[in-house]
């Protein structure tokens, strides 16, 4: 009964979580968002950011995963969704890869785990 549970949290977590950024695909794209001029846009942006966040901590607790990165106490969502606005400024060459990834890898540089 508890794997079936797990799945089921799984399953909800990636498919309804995320659901308001489907269109997010690359790391172009979601820089796209995060520098735009439309406040809309970069709502959008952000809001995939924390579902990224989300969806990551649900599934290291189902899982046990480790974690990919600690945000200090303190620590807004501007300053989170900025950290990964700067990661694709200075990583251009990378932005063709997953925004998802992306996302991950920017938190684990700015606010890499603790040890």
């Given at each position: 009964?508890?794997g079936?549970?797990a799945?089921?949290t799984?399953?909800?977590?990636l ?5 308001s950024a489907?269109?997010?695909t ?7 968002l995060l520098t ?6 970069q709502y ?6 924390l579902?990224v966040?989300?969806t ?5 607790k189902?899982?046990?995963l ?8 303190g ?8 950290a ?5 400024e200075?990583?251009?060459e ?6 998802y990834g992306?996302v ?7 606010f890499p785990?603790?040890?």
């Open positions: 009964m508890k079936a549970i799945t089921v799984i399953f909800m977590v498919f309804v979580g995320t659901g489907w269109g997010v690359s790391g172009n794209e979601l820089y796209e735009s001029e439309s406040l809309y846009s959008t942006g952000g809001s995939y950011i579902g966040m989300d990551t901590d649900s599934i290291n189902v899982w046990h480790p974690l990919l990165w600690t945000i200090p106490s620590f807004t969502k501007g300053q989170i969704y900025e990964v606005k700067q990661y694709l200075k990583h251009p990378e932005r063709n890869d997953t925004a992306l991950s890898k920017a938190l684990g540089n700015t785990p603790k040890k």
